[in-house]
């Protein structure tokens, strides 16, 4: 009687998806394993696995070093206009299905967890410690249309929601279609860019140091080009977030 009294509606919650379950059983979308009352689209022991870069990272594009310290090669030969990026993790197959499932299958409650790790990474990361707003990397108004919502503001409304840090996402626009980058190399990928993203509201941007929010950083041109019309329209400093990072070093 006294759990009835305690807390009536969970517990009717809890019968309810314990039976939807018993109907309908879901499995963790990375590791097949069955899941628990209370887990969903991945289990807990997957969300607990996922790989957090922490140390042994390139200072400006967070690419894990497998030798030695300081910049990594890539970064060393190449000038950004954002400050530095932090990504969570590597690129790797459990990123890959998350993100993609984040993208492609609609799956947008994951920003969810994604955007509670991206806050933690936000908090260890002194260097973001001046921040004052956050942007999420903006879709072209067509291919909003078509996939019906942008997974970086899914991710950026998180982010603002955990670390109290205002979302500017009317700002920042993107004005052109781009063709895929996936087989293009950082230079293409620049000139496949270039003024492909314009800054609208200048006043919201103006003087402030930002924080961009995107989900794979590969080469860092999205980024880049981002930062550079923010920085263009008189923002102060831009900084990155992402989610998984493509390049290794
Ligand atoms: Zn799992
Ligand atoms: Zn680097």
Not at 12 to 33: E, G, H, I, T, W
Request: hydrophobic fraction near 40%; include cysteine.
């Amino acid at each position: 009687m006294t759990s009835i009294k305690l807390r009536p509606k969970a517990s009717v919650r809890q019968a309810l998806n314990s039976f939807l379950n018993f109907l309908f059983p879901s499995y963790c979308l990375l590791c097949d394993a069955p899941l628990g009352v209370g887990e969903r689209i991945v289990c807990g022991r997957c969300w607990a696995r996922l790989e957090i870069i922490t140390d042994r990272f390139c200072p400006k594009c967070s690419a894990l070093l497998r030798k030695g310290r300081g910049i990594c090669a890539s970064c060393s030969k190449t000038g950004y206009y954002f400050s530095f990026n932090r990504s969570l993790g590597p690129f790797d197959q459990r990123y890959q299905t998350l993100i993609h499932h984040l993208k492609y299958e609609r799956m947008t409650s994951l920003a969810v967890r994604l955007g509670e790790k991206l806050v933690f990474l936000l908090r260890t990361e002194p260097r973001f410690a001046p921040a004052e707003g956050i942007v999420p990397v903006p879709l072209h108004p067509t291919k909003l249309r078509e996939r019906g919502y942008n997974q970086s503001l899914l991710l950026a409304q998180e982010v603002s929601r955990g670390s109290g840090l205002p979302l500017i996402d009317d700002a920042l626009q993107k004005v052109r279609r781009t063709k895929s980058q996936t087989m293009l190399t950082f230079q293409e990928r620049v000139e496949n860019l270039r003024g492909a993203f314009r800054v609208k509201l200048r006043e919201k941007v103006e003087g402030k140091k930002l924080i961009l929010i995107d989900d794979v950083f590969t080469t860092g041109s999205t980024l880049n080009n981002c930062a550079q019309a923010l920085l263009e329209a008189g923002a102060c400093e831009v900084y990155g977030l992402t989610l998984a990072i493509a390049k290794g070093s």
